[in-house]
C-alpha cells in the first residue's frame, strides 16, 4: 500500500515514511492509492472482534511495511481498557468505544473514555505508540511542535509522554484555555514535555508553529515534527470506532446505520467517508457543525468558502471552531474522481483566501452518492441540547457532541440507527454545564484533585526567534 499525494506532485511513499510528516512537499494531504475493501464475509469475520483484533484487521490493511507481529503488539499496547479508565464500567472500558442506547435507534458512540476526556485520544494515542516504535527502528528522533487551544495539545502529551525519542513542545494562548485544560497540560512533569504558554491568543501560536516549520534549515537541523489533524495515521486510526459502532447496533450487514459528526477540521467524519469507501454499510454521514458552519454551508450549497481567523467565532464548542477544514482536501480528492489537476487548481483559491463553487462541473451532484449532509447549530441549540437529553434520558452530554445530537435529531430516518459521536465528556466544560443545567457535570473520582497539582510551564512572548531558542537549549 503507498500513500499518494492529493496534489499528485509527490512522491508515492509508505505508511511508515508519511508518519512523521505533516503536508506533502507538494502541498497535498496523503490518501491511500486504493481503498482496501471489506466484503461480507470479512464483515462477518469482523462482526463479534473485540477493539484490539478490529483495530488490527483494518490497519493491516492500510499499513504493510510493519510486520504484522509488531503491528500486533503496537495496537495490543494502545487499546488497553486501563487507558479508557473514565468509562462507565469495566466492559466499556473494555470496548473502548462503547455504544450508549438513548432510544430505539438513537445512540451515542462514546470516544471519550481516554486520558484526555476527547475523542481525540483514540487516535493520539495509538500515533504515540506508532512515533516510538518507527524511530527507535530508525535510531531517530523527533521534536514534536504544535499549537493549541485545548483538546489536542492534551491529547499529544498525554500520548508522548515518557515516549523514547520524541519531545513536545506545546504552545498556548497564556490564561486562555480552561481551567480544567490547563491543569491537564500543564500538571505533567514528564522532561520530554515543554509547555509553553504564550503572551497572546490562539493564532499567534499558530503562527509562530508555521513561522518555525517554514524556516527548512531550522526544522530539519532541530528534527521538528508535527501531528497536527493532517496527519494520515491519525485518520485511520479512527476508522476503527466506525467499524465498532455498525457491529455494535446491527445483526446482519444488510443493515445500514449513519453517524452524526461533530466537526471542525472534518478530521473526525473523514474517517467515517474512509471507513464507507471501505464497504462499511454507511447510510448517510452527517456533518455538524456550530456558528463556525463553513463545512455546512459547502454540503447544503457546493460552495466551500473558509473564513479567516478574524471572522471565527468563539462558542461553547471550542474545539469546532475552525472556519478551514483541514483535511477537507481528502474528500473532494475523491468527489473529483482523484484528478489531482483538479484539486490543485480549486486549492490554488483557498490557498490565497479565496472560494470555490463545485455547482460549476457538477461535482456537487455526486455529494450525496458519498453519504453526506451537514446541518449547524448555536449556543441555544446546544445549551436546549443538553437539558433535553438529561431530562429524556438521565444523560449529561457535553457541548461538542450536543451539536452532534442536535444535528442528528433533524435528520432521523425511520428504522435506520443513526450513531452520534460523542466527542468529549462534560466534565471537560463545566461551565457550559452548569450554564445549561444549573450544576456541574460529574467529574471522575481520579481527576477530583487536578487543579490543586503543581504546574509546569514557562510563559513566553510571542517571539519567534526566543522559541526557536528555547528549543534549542532543550533539545540537547
Ligand atoms: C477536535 C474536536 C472536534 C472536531 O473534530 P475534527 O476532526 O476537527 O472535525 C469535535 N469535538 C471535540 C470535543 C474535539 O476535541
Redesign the pocket.
Known amino acids: 500500500m503507498k500513500y499518494i499525494s492529493t496534489r499528485g506532485q509527490s512522491p508515492a511513499l509508505s505508511f511508515s515514511e508519511i508518519l512523521l510528516g505533516g503536508l506533502a512537499p507538494d502541498g497535498g494531504l496523503y490518501m491511500p492509492e486504493a481503498y482496501p475493501h471489506f466484503d461480507d464475509a470479512d464483515l462477518n469475520a469482523m462482526r463479534g472482534m473485540n477493539y484490539r483484533d478490529l483495530a488490527f484487521t483494518i490497519l493491516s490493511r492500510l499499513i504493510d511495511d510493519i510486520p504484522a507481529s509488531d503491528l500486533r503488539t503496537i495496537v495490543d499496547k494502545t487499546y488497553r481498557a486501563e487507558v479508557y479508565a473514565y468509562a462507565r464500567d469495566e466492559q466499556s472500558a473494555e470496548d473502548i468505544t462503547p455504544t450508549l442506547k438513548l432510544e430505539d435507534n438513537l445512540y451515542l458512540l462514546s470516544l ?1 473514555n481516554g486520558p484526555t476526556l ?3 485520544d483514540i487516535a493520539m494515542q495509538l500515533l504515540g505508540n506508532l512515533f516510538e516504535y518507527v524511530l527507535a527502528k530508525e535510531g531517530q528522533e523527533t521534536n514534536i511542535l504544535g499549537a493549541t487551544s ?3 495539545g492534551s ?1 499529544a502529551e498525554y500520548a508522548m509522554r515518557g515516549k523514547k525519542g520524541v519531545r513536545v513542545f506545546m504552545l498556548s494562548p497564556h490564561k486562555k484555555m480552561s481551567r480544567f485544560q490547563t491543569a491537564q497540560m500543564f500538571s505533567l512533569q514528564d522532561e520530554n514535555i515543554f509547555n509553553i504558554a504564550i503572551n497572546g491568543v490562539f493564532d499567534d501560536c499558530q503562527d509562530i508553529v508555521k513561522a518555525v516549520s517554514n524556516d527548512l534549515a531550522f526544522k530539519a537541523q532541530s528534527k521538528i515534527g508535527a501531528v497536527n ?1 493532517i496527519n494520515w495515521a491519525r485518520v485511520v486510526a ?1 476508522v476503527v470506532y466506525y467499524f465498532k459502532g455498525y457491529f455494535a447496533v446491527t445483526k446482519t450487514n444488510a443493515e445500514q446505520v449513519s453517524f452524526s ?11 467515517g467517508h474512509v471507513a464507507r469507501m471501505m464497504g462499511l454499510p454507511i447510510k448517510k454521514l452527517l456533518v455538524a457543525t456550530n456558528e463556525n458552519d463553513v463545512l455546512d454551508e459547502f454540503f447544503r450549497t457546493g460552495i466551500y468558502r473558509p473564513r479567516g481567523s478574524a471572522n471565527t467565532y468563539h462558542t461553547s ?1 471550542p ?2 471552531d ?1 472556519s478551514k ?3 477537507f482536501e481528502r474528500f473532494v480528492f475523491d468527489l473529483v474522481g482523484r484528478n489531482t489537476e483538479k484539486v490543485r487548481q480549486l486549492w490554488s483559491k483557498v490557498d490565497v483566501g479565496g472560494a470555490f463553487d463545485l455547482n460549476e462541473e457538477g461535482y456537487f451532484d455526486k455529494v450525496a452518492g458519498y453519504g453526506f449532509i451537514s446541518g449547524s447549530s448555536n449556543h441555544a441549540n446546544r445549551m436546549q441540547t443538553i437539558r433535553n437529553t438529561f431530562d429524556h434520558y438521565g444523560v449529561t452530554i ?4 450536543a ?2 445530537l442536535k444535528v442528528a435529531l433533524e435528520h432521523r430516518e425511520a428504522d435506520v440507527p443513526m450513531l452520534v ?1 460523542e ?2 465528556l462534560p466534565a ?1 466544560f463545566e461551565e457550559a454545564i452548569v450554564e445549561a443545567l444549573g450544576q456541574n457535570p460529574e467529574r471522575p473520582a481520579s481527576l477530583h484533585g487536578l487543579d490543586a497539582l503543581p504546574q509546569r510551564f514557562e510563559v513566553m512572548e510571542a517571539d519567534i526567534d526566543s522559541i526557536k531558542q528555547y528549543i534549542t537549549q532543550h533539545i540537547r
Open positions: 471519550s476527547a475523542f481525540k485545548g483538546d489536542t491529547a489533524s479512527q459528526v461533530p466537526s471542525g477540521n472534518f478530521g473526525n467524519v473523514c474517517a464548542s474545539s469546532m475552525i477544514a483541514s483535511n457535553d457541548t461538542h457532541t451539536d452532534g459521536l466527542t468529549a471537560k
